[in-house]
């Protein structure tokens, strides 16, 4: 009877101690899994957030931009609005047809000068388009339209609800201002109408993807233009409805705001920014999309997904040759058999490129390198790295940065633009380590979405909000670059620096609102008076550049710098209808065949100008910089 029991124990005991090595193999396994999954999840939500932040930033980026561009773009319209209305005031003492004719000189003027203008009108008292029309086109009363009740109230600029035109019946918006007689009473308005569709090509430049949007609305909540390149059906302009987030971040009163929603006509969720325009009656609307913003986090999630399977299946594999192998020899030999599979599929795979290098030539490469790169397969076998670098310079200046690390057993990584056969340029991170022997291992992944991105956001990034002229950062690279070309052409190039004369006076008296109107005017004078391969930039505060490309000499750069001056002595008409007058000093300094590096030519023209000031404001010290003593 005793018996029984013991014999029974006796081959559990050794069935569990057979399997105590394989159960402690199982739970490594479940340990190692748990441990890769809760660091996956953790690397995931950590890139999202972190994609999340980034297209959040870029949005607002975008909506400010395109904001202050429009801000400044109306600020100039005002300006010349501000100008026709006051010398109608001033030539009311003419007789009406010599005052006409003289409107009719001076409009085309100023609309010369306007971005997106082509017609400014002027009405009478009652109403009626009396100029400004073209040939066969009918004169219109424009009396109760709400821009011309509201000039008729206030001498200031006027903006109108989104409307649709009378004599160009196309939606848009109108900009007008009060015209009075010479005893100061209401005569009319001038104004200029500025069309939806012209606005909607200002918001296409913005890069919203296939399922962005970007709007621009009036305070009411009109719809003034659209672009939404994912959107079949065409904007339906002067219309109000809006989301509730949106009229949300409308009524806030802040000027800046931003809300996810999403569409109800469309289904897409989007990540908007909401900026106003300045103190205009004017709210411009970016809006991404959730999903295509986040297609780099996934096709990252997806790469690290794919990877941990792969381990996850490798485990597995592991495992289960552990548990139906009895002897380790056979159970290594066949995880071994597994893990070279497996390892073939990660080599393979078709979002990062590999190659192996030896003596810096192709030894072995997966698919993906001859995707990326253009190649056929096979193509890339025994090549050289050379083919795949831009020019020789690069090629040797990254052996010399990656080189010395991996002699050090370290891993090395950069981004770098690299080409593709056909000659493509193409923005790659590339990573490498050493596998001993002279080997070495890289990997390339495609980074040009990201960098265009980049540029995009860096373009919007190069220019005065204020005066729309080019900002320090990018005349400091126009210069290096004219002057490259001057070294190859052997011409000469003349740069000079404008300081207004009696700004400051300007600006004390009459306010930042008039100081503003005569950056502005100032801009667009020095902007006429220079050729179109010339650069004007504004450097911050009253201060202003000019770079002159291919000039004969001293006396052809003089001649355009004189140019400038004059135009800049003329007076110029407040917000409030005053005038005020300005003049400039101006310091220029040449340079033959580029022999003078940007920094030295502008300490001499900076010299030149403060040189100038000491003899007596509004003159024009010229001279070269390549012999400044």
Not at 37 to 49: D, E, F, P, T, Y
Not at 106 to 133: E, F, H, I
Not at 522 to 551: N, P
């Amino acid at each position: 009877m005793d018996a029984h029991p013991a014999a029974a124990s006796t081959p559990l005991s050794l069935q569990e101690a057979r399997w105590q090595p394989v159960a402690r193999l199982i739970a490594g396994a479940l340990a190692i899994l748990l441990a890769l999954s809760a660091a996956l999840g953790v690397a995931l939500w950590l890139s999202r957030a972190n994609h999340e932040r980034q297209a959040r930033q870029g949005t607002q980026i975008a909506a400010a931009s395109l904001a202050a561009a429009l801000e400044a773009m109306l600020r100039q319209i005002d300006q010349s609005l501000a100008t026709v209305a006051n010398a109608h005031r001033q030539m009311a003492v003419l007789a009406p047809a010599e005052r006409d004719a003289q409107l009719e000189r001076l409009v085309p003027q100023q609309v010369a000068l306007l971005p997106y203008v082509d017609r400014m009108r002027l009405t009478d008292a009652a109403g009626w388009v009396r100029l400004g029309l073209r040939a066969g086109e009918r004169p219109v009363q424009v009396a109760d339209r709400d821009y011309f009740a509201a000039a008729r109230r206030h001498d200031a600029l006027v903006m109108s609800e989104p409307l649709q035109g009378r004599i160009d019946p196309r939606w848009g918006v109108i900009l007008a201002r009060r015209l009075q007689d010479a005893e100061g009473r209401f005569d009319g308005v001038v104004y200029t109408f500025l069309p939806s569709e012209q606005l909607t090509r200002w918001l296409a430049r913005v890069p919203v993807g296939r399922t962005g949007e970007a709007s621009l609305r009036a305070a009411s909540r009109a719809l003034l233009a659209q672009h939404a390149p994912g959107r079949a059906e065409p904007p339906t302009y002067g219309s109000p409805k809006v989301s509730d987030e949106l009229a949300r971040a409308m009524a806030g009163g802040s000027a800046a705001a931003e809300y996810t929603a999403v569409a109800a006509h469309d289904g897409v969720e989007r990540l908007n920014a909401v900026q106003r325009v300045g103190d205009f009656p004017l709210v411009v609307v970016v809006g991404m999309g959730h999903d295509e913003l986040l297609t780099p986090w996934r096709r990252e999630a997806l790469m690290l997904g794919t990877l941990w399977l792969l381990v996850a299946a490798l485990t597995v594999l592991l495992g289960a040759s552990a548990i139906r192998q009895h002897r380790r020899e056979v159970a290594l030999r066949q995880a071994a058999d597994r893990l070279t599979v497996w390892q073939g599929l990660m080599l393979d795979n078709e979002l990062v490129g590999m190659a192996r290098l030896r003596e810096r030539r192709a030894v072995w490469n997966n698919p993906a390198l001859e995707a990326m790169f253009g190649y056929a397969p096979g193509e890339l076998a025994g090549m050289a790295a050379r083919q795949l670098y831009p020019d020789d310079a690069a090629y040797e200046a990254l052996g010399q940065a990656a080189y010395p690390v991996l002699a050090r057993s370290e891993r090395f990584r950069t981004q770098l633009p690299m080409r593709r056969k056909d000659g493509a340029p193409i923005w790659v991170d590339l990573s490498g380590a050493a596998l001993g022997g002279g080997d070495s291992l890289w990997t390339f992944v495609d980074i040009s979405a990201i960098k265009q991105s980049e540029a995009m956001a860096l373009e919007l990034a190069l220019t005065d909000a204020l005066t729309g002229l080019a900002n320090r950062r990018l005349f400091d690279q126009q210069c290096e670059l004219r002057l490259a070309d001057a070294r190859r052409s052997g011409r000469t190039l003349a740069l000079a620096m404008v300081d207004l004369d009696g700004f400051k006076p300007v600006n004390d008296r009459h306010g930042h609102a008039a100081g503003d109107a005569v950056l502005v005017a100032v801009a667009g004078r020095l902007l006429a008076s220079v050729r179109a391969t010339d650069v004007a930039a504004r450097l911050g505060g009253d201060e202003f550049a000019l770079l002159l490309s291919d000039v004969e000499g001293a006396a052809e750069a003089r001649q355009v710098l004189e140019r400038a001056l004059a135009a800049l002595r003329e007076p110029i008409v407040l917000p409030d209808g005053q005038q005020a007058r300005v003049g400039a000093s101006i310091g220029a300094a040449l340079t033959v065949a580029g022999r003078c590096g940007a920094a030295a030519l502008a300490e001499r023209a900076d010299a030149l100008l403060y040189e100038g000031k000491r003899a007596g404001k509004g003159v024009i010290h010229l001279a070269s910089a390549d012999d400044p003593s």
